[in-house]
């Protein structure tokens, strides 16, 4: 069985729904698994389910009002009392407002109701003839024949203008319908527009995005290989200069060691070369000058011992000192290497932060755009799916006003027919009285026709047999008269 949000086998609430132009379709309670469908998202589902339930509301709302209405002016007029009744009179008026009276009074209703459901079907043939004359479009007395009219001039009246009142009501809605289509077109139309250029402004926007993507990727890799390079040439151009410099410093230490060298040989040839000249100069001094000769080649040997010496301490601090040189030269450029590469290192670890850091932004980003946009199409499709709803009630609206029509129709068609039947009544009826009247004066005549052939025979021969006949022809013949009179 069908669950309803109302009971609509109940003849009070059927006839306000036929009044209303609402069917039962519109009343079933349905949920929210009644509205699934696999091509439809559950957010248009529930919008479907949320839509239907409040226009249900509302319809179920004003039945129950126009219910509440009619029980009340019910109650009332059956719980006034009259003015010039006693207090006897009031206390029955007051027993009229019981529950008993009132379940007489839905009782008569419901008794009326089935009345009229028999007439209905009894009207369904004069209903066909109006909507042929609806699609002819030609009004009702041209149908009928002139010689034998259903309804007098002023029903006639009455039923032309209010089909004519039905006609402009129809062309108003009509009109109003088309109105409400065309806005709707152009609504969608402008959305459908907004929706295109939204989606190229979306398009656009996904290619500046993707542009620069590139270009940041691009940018990335350059200053990557740019890093890379400076790392490279400041390895190599340290690597050059230690070697250069070194080689610088090792070739002039080796020049001050050779030119220490030629000088130390040129002084000990010189030394020698006086050592030699000093000895001939020996060799020719006698031999009262041994002692002195020793002495001074003592003391020479002695000086050249000193020298000697001398060189060797210098030339072993000049080495030493170029030895501390070329290794104080040496750390620093190790400590500055050390620190390039640090300093290298710590580049590489920012430049992989910031990479690090953009793509995540650039990924949040994304993210965050995909977001906007499966909103944005979900808001979309809501907007179009609350539209389509809206469309779909403003059909129904059309439609239940046509079945109000409709009803209406029916209803004038049935007082028209009442009338033509209770004119048909009436001429049925003085037709007969006609009919009658003219055969009492039909007899009537018979019996004056007679009366004077009996008088015409009586005055010719009073006493004889055929007049006294004729005679008493004529006394059964007022007897007669006098009893269709009497009847």
Request: net charge positive; aromatic share 4%.
């Amino acid at each position: 069985m069908s669950n309803y949000a109302i009971d609509v086998t109940n003849n009070r609430v059927k006839q306000i729904m036929e009044e209303q132009g609402i069917e039962e379709d519109e009343l079933l309670n349905k949920n929210l698994e009644d509205f699934a469908d696999p091509r439809v998202t559950p957010e248009i589902q529930q919008l479907r389910f949320e839509y239907y339930t409040n226009k249900l509301k509302e319809t179920v709302k004003r039945i129950r009002d126009i219910l509440k209405d009619r029980t009340m002016t019910i109650i009332r007029r059956n719980s006034l009392p009259d003015l010039h009744q006693s207090h006897n009179s009031n206390s029955i008026s007051t027993e009229r407002t019981t529950p008993k009276f009132q379940d007489l009074a839905r009782a008569e209703e419901d008794r009326l109701n089935k009345l009229k459901e028999k007439q209905k079907k009894m009207l369904i043939t004069t209903l066909s003839m109006l909507e042929k004359i609806d699609e002819v479009e030609k009004p009702i007395k041209n149908k009928r024949k002139s010689s034998s009219p259903i309804l007098s001039p002023h029903d006639m009246n009455k039923s032309l203008k209010f089909k004519e009142k039905i006609e402009s009501f129809k062309k108003i809605q009509e009109e109003k319908f088309k109105e409400k289509k065309k806005e709707q077109m152009q609504k969608q139309k402008n959305l459908y527009e907004k929706i295109i250029i939204d989606m190229k402004n979306h398009s656009e926007r996904e290619q500046i995005i993707e542009q620069q993507k590139k270009e940041a990727a691009k940018e990335r890799d350059e200053a990557l290989k740019r890093k890379q390079e400076e790392i490279k040439a400041v390895k190599e151009g340290e690597e050059i200069m230690n070697e250069h410099r070194i080689q610088e410093e090792l070739d002039l230490m080796q020049e001050k060691i050779m030119k220490s060298e030629e000088k130390y040989v040129n002084e000990r040839e010189q030394k020698l070369s006086k050592t030699l000249g000093l000895r001939k100069f020996w060799d020719l001094v006698l031999g009262n000058l041994d002692k002195l000769k020793q002495t001074h080649e003592v003391e020479d040997v002695l000086k050249l011992i000193e020298k000697q010496e001398k060189v060797k301490k210098r030339r072993e601090k000049i080495q030493k000192k170029l030895e501390e040189e070329v290794n104080k030269r040496r750390e620093k450029m190790e400590a500055r290497k050390r620190a390039a590469q640090v300093k290298v290192a710590n580049d590489e670890k920012e430049l992989y932060k910031k990479v690090n850091y953009l793509e995540k932004r650039l990924t949040a980003s994304q993210k965050n755009l995909a977001m906007k946009q499966d909103e944005w199409k979900k808001e979309v499709m809501l907007r179009k799916e609350l539209q389509r709803l809206k469309e779909l009630d403003g059909i129904t609206k059309v439609e239940r006003a046509n079945r109000r029509l409709k009803l209406k129709k029916m209803q004038m068609l049935e007082k028209q027919l009442m009338t033509s039947q209770r004119i048909d009544a009436l001429k049925l009826e003085k037709e007969m009285i006609l009919n009658k009247k003219r055969e009492i004066a039909t007899k009537e005549m018979i019996q004056r026709e007679k009366m004077k052939e009996v008088f015409a025979v009586v005055c010719r021969s009073p006493k004889s047999r055929t007049a006294q006949e004729q005679l008493r022809m004529l006394d059964i013949l007022k007897k007669n008269s006098d009893s269709e009179e009497e009847a």
